[in-house]
């Protein structure tokens, strides 16, 4: 099997995060038992997911890990041209849900896999997949647990998402939170005498662009990033029954995307303060003021120096090595949680990544399979 047919497998499994990924791991860790690794599956709660961790080669601690997440994102409301689980040619893109993010690194992955499984290693590949990245890099972190419990080491890991095949050394991290706002509801007829949670929230959604403001004007700066600054933003707001009714309780969800030298908690904490304030000033007329800010999810973002980074690439990558990209990876979390340098480096790109008709050019997954060989061939002799 060549990389496009491994693709072709692999895109036919319909691993929505919502959706079991046990069918893919299962034919990914029969192929790679085949090939003589030793395969570790870690299994979420409901048994309807998994990790898989493989390993090739003598034991140590200078392998090299190669990473990358089996769910995709949902194509139900999406208008696509051909079935997004079935992997099509057209001028040289082969189009399919996963192609590019990513697939086609999964595939490459196993390429390379057999490669390794012919070549006499003097220290071992490691090959990571993780579940449910999609939802918030959620599967990983059993994974990392497991390999931090074995104290398992490694030289570096590349998190396989599609940069165009650029080394990316950074990403921002993510944190998303709600805040919930209780007041008093009653008839809208006297609505000066209850407390509108839906007045409330407007006033904490003014909380968060005026601490928007303030990092954008005096906070962290990094223009390698389109947006230098951490941001807050507000993404989804609810409250209220109906017109005649003054709401008790509305909420916002919002995120931050911060730098590497912001630290959300304190973000969230400073947030959490000034709400608090907000509702104090109501509560002498309305004892229920409040507001509750809870985190709903969380991931590091990724800072590895550029000079640590051309040093475990030297010679593979002729590029410069200086991106940093937008998305989240679960490479912030390899680098928290085990402490190896990691780096985002993958073929395709984050522009096809989530769309309708997504497509992987024939030519990046070719060049991929070049620069894995090339990893690999670190590990032999
Ligand atoms: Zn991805």
Avoid at 116 to 126: D, E
Avoid at 322 to 335: D, I, N, P, Q, Y
Wanted: include cysteine; proline fraction near 4%.
């Amino acid at each position: 099997m060549n990389t496009i047919t491994l693709l072709e497998k692999l895109v036919a499994f319909p691993t929505v995060s919502s959706e079991t990924n046990l069918p893919l791991v299962g034919f990914v860790q029969s192929y790679l038992e085949e090939r003589g690794f030793s395969c570790r599956l870690i299994a979420d709660d409901s048994g309807a997911k998994a990790n898989l961790f493989a390993s090739i080669g003598p034991g140590g601690d200078d392998g090299i890990i190669l990473s990358g997440h089996t769910d995709v994102v949902p194509c139900a409301a999406q208008n696509w041209t051909s079935d997004p689980f079935r992997l099509i040619e057209r001028n040289g893109k082969l189009f399919g849900r996963g192609a590019a993010d990513m697939k086609g690194f999964l595939a490459c992955m196993l390429t390379v896999a057999d490669l390794a499984s012919k070549s006499a290693l003097s220290r071992p590949l490691h090959l990571a997949f993780s579940h449910d990245e999609e939802i918030g890099c959620v599967g990983v972190r059993r994974m990392l647990d497991d390999l931090m419990k074995r104290q398992f080491r490694a030289a570096f890991c590349i998190v396989g998402e599609p940069t165009s095949m650029r080394v990316v050394t950074g990403h921002k991290g993510k944190l998303a939170a709600r805040a919930t706002c209780f007041g008093m509801g009653g008839h809208s007829s006297c609505a000066p005498l209850y407390l509108n949670a839906i007045h409330i929230v407007t006033d904490v959604v003014s909380l968060l662009r005026q601490a928007q403001d303030e990092f954008a004007t005096a906070g962290a700066q990094d223009d390698a990033y389109e947006v230098p600054y951490t941001t807050i933003h507000a993404g989804r707001i609810a409250g209220g029954v109906a017109v005649n009714v003054v709401a008790s309780e509305a909420t916002v969800d919002f995120e931050i995307r911060h730098l590497v030298a912001d630290d959300p908690c304190r973000i969230v904490g400073d947030l959490g303060r000034r709400a608090d304030v907000l509702a104090e000033t109501l509560r002498p007329r309305f004892p229920q003021a409040r507001v509750s800010i809870d985190i709903v999810n969380a991931y590091p973002g990724l800072d590895l120096a550029n000079d640590a980074a051309a040093g475990l690439l030297a010679g593979l990558v002729d590029q410069p090595y200086v991106a940093k990209v937008s998305f989240g990876t679960e490479a912030g979390l390899f680098m928290e949680r085990l402490a190896i340098p990691t780096l985002v480096l993958g073929p395709g790109s984050m522009e096809q990544g989530h769309k309708p008709d997504e497509f992987i050019e024939i030519a990046e997954l070719e060049r991929c399979d070049v620069f894995l060989k090339g990893v690999l061939e670190r590990l032999i002799g």
